[in-house]
């Protein structure tokens, strides 16, 4: 119990110092802008941001912690990208406490990274502080899902992210994203929120269908990530995410300046990456059928110790235990992967 507590103890310390060299990074605190808020004038060559009430907005780099060319955090994304895909996209219905610690860990990395680039100042922050900090999120994340305290919440973060690395890659096939308007910025947002809640929300009556769905885009984003730094480097699927998520004010000109051109790899990439999303989750489903949970079922007799006869078939059938095994289906089920 004590190991544990310091372990606890150790990670919101670790969290604190995060922070708190952030803050110190960061002088002077972030805008967050919409994208339709700010004047920029460039009368003297040199872009100028101001909000707006008219004060000027310090300018820095919208750096994602992706590096540059192949150096020391580019290798460690491609590493990290290939090394969690391949896995995902090839078998993660089998994958059972590993697949579920890859759900909250993907999350976890998500959203950290989009909190970290949404609130540096223009100072910004090197691209492998950025990187080890989006890194150890991803293993916090990953260790809470492969206990059984994160065994729902894995599964739930498979369906959601399944279904928002399916949206986003719907939104970067375009140059500028799919709505490239800032007007109607809002809209590639809604794209990705209407596939991640497809996604979360399958996981309530497909549940094996789901998962394997969940598993496999996860797996071909992270795979199409991790090949495109290669191909593209940091102008392709990287720049695309900057420009997607990036809502932070003092990185304004750089995102103008730069922007996301979509390169013809990349769009190939990503087009070849949605494709194999259910030709991968259909193979999954063929060469792993056995249910998602490696626990073997308890019989009636070890049941009826603990529970009364009559209560022995509902104890088999509740929500959460279908939930858990993933390929549960009623005796007259339809198997929408049979062929």
């Known amino acids: 119990m004590a190991a544990v ?21 960061s002088p002077t605190p972030s805008t967050l802008l919409p994208r339709t808020s700010f004047t920029v004038n460039n009368e003297t060559g040199t872009i100028q941001v101001f909000d707006p009430s008219g ?10 912690g992706s590096g540059s060319n192949f150096d020391l955090p580019a290798l460690i994304w491609i590493g990290f990208s290939l090394i969690i895909g391949l896995p995902m996209a090839c078998a993660g219905i089998r994958g059972w406490r590993l697949t579920t610690g890859v759900g909250i860990g993907v999350a976890a990395a998500v959203c950290s990274w989009a909190a970290v680039i949404n609130t540096v100042s223009s100072s910004g922050v090197g691209d492998i502080f950025l990187t080890a900090i989006i890194i150890v999120f991803f293993f916090f994340g990953f260790a809470l899902g492969v206990f059984e305290v994160g065994r729902l919440g894995g599964i739930t973060m498979i ?32 794209i990705v929120a209407i596939c991640g809640g497809a996604g979360g929300l399958a996981l309530i009556w497909f549940q094996r269908y789901a998962l394997l769905f969940g598993c496999a885009s996860i797996g071909t984003f992270l795979t199409a990530l991790g090949l495109d730094l290669i191909m593209a480097k940091q102008d392709g699927m990287s720049a695309g995410l900057r420009v997607l998520f990036d809502r932070n004010g003092s990185h304004i000109a750089f995102l103008l300046t730069h922007g996301y051109t979509a390169p013809i790899r990349t ?13 991968l989750a259909y193979a999954q489903h063929r060469f792993f059928p056995h249910p998602f949970t490696r626990r073997p079922v308890e019989s009636d007799a070890e049941l009826a110790i603990d529970y009364p006869p009559e209560v022995v078939e509902t104890k088999r059938s509740t929500f959460l235990m279908d939930l858990w095994d993933g390929a549960r289906h009623k005796p007259d089920s339809v198997n929408r992967f049979s062929v």
């Open 159 to 190: 369906g959601l992210t399944g279904g928002i690395a399916f949206g986003i890659r719907i939104v970067l096939l375009r140059a500028g994203l799919l709505i490239s308007s800032t007007q109607l910025y809002a809209i590639n947002w809604v």
């Open 55 to 64: 004060a000027s907005i310090v300018q820095g780099a919208a750096t994602d």
């Open 267 to 279: 769009r190939v990439l990503l087009i070849a990456s949605l494709a194999l999303v259910p030709i």
């Open 5 to 25: 507590t310091l372990r606890i103890a150790s990670f919101f310390w670790l969290l604190l110092a995060v922070f708190s060299t952030l803050t110190a990074a």
